[in-house]
Nanobody, 127 residues
Framework: QVQLVESGGGLVQPGESLRLACAGS????????IGWFRQAPGKEREGVSC????????DYADSVKGRFAISRDNATNTVLLQMNRLNAEDTAVYYC????????????????????WGQGPQVTVSS
């Protein structure tokens, strides 16, 4: 069974950091396009960060550029999202998503039609 298992959410104060992990179960993430998304209460889901299959580059939402970093750890079959200098606007449920790389046809990784999603840990930034 193919699953994405996320960890690392929680409650932090503004300015602090969190690291989310997305582990692949039943498949190798190295062969998949991976993206992180988030959804805040009352808002639409938005792309946070992802890998572009065509050239391996990374994309970030403007709101997180310079603060968040996505990375792969193929040894542990995990994709990480390091989140620094968190603020209240980062409060949301965060999801990782995967798609076989061969099916990643869109120009931007934010637009890939991901077909496997994690359970979505809550990240709350509050003083």
């Amino acid at each position: 069974q193919v699953q994405l298992v996320e960890s690392g959410g929680g409650l932090v104060q503004p300015g602090e950091s969190l690291r989310l992990a997305c582990a692949g179960s039943g498949f190798r993430l190295a062969y998949y396009a991976i993206g992180w998304f988030r959804q805040a209460p009352g808002k639409e889901r938005e792309g946070v960060s992802c890998f572009n299959v065509r050239d391996g580059s990374t994309d970030y939402a403007d709101s997180v550029k310079g603060r968040f970093a996505i990375s792969r750890d193929n040894a542990t079959n995990t994709v990480l999202l390091q989140m620094n200098r968190l603020n209240a606007e980062d409060t949301a449920v965060y999801y990782c998503a995967a798609l076989p790389a061969a099916w990643a046809l869109q120009e931007s990784c934010v637009s890939y039609e991901y077909d496997t999603w994690g359970q979505g840990p809550q990240v709350t930034v509050s003083s």
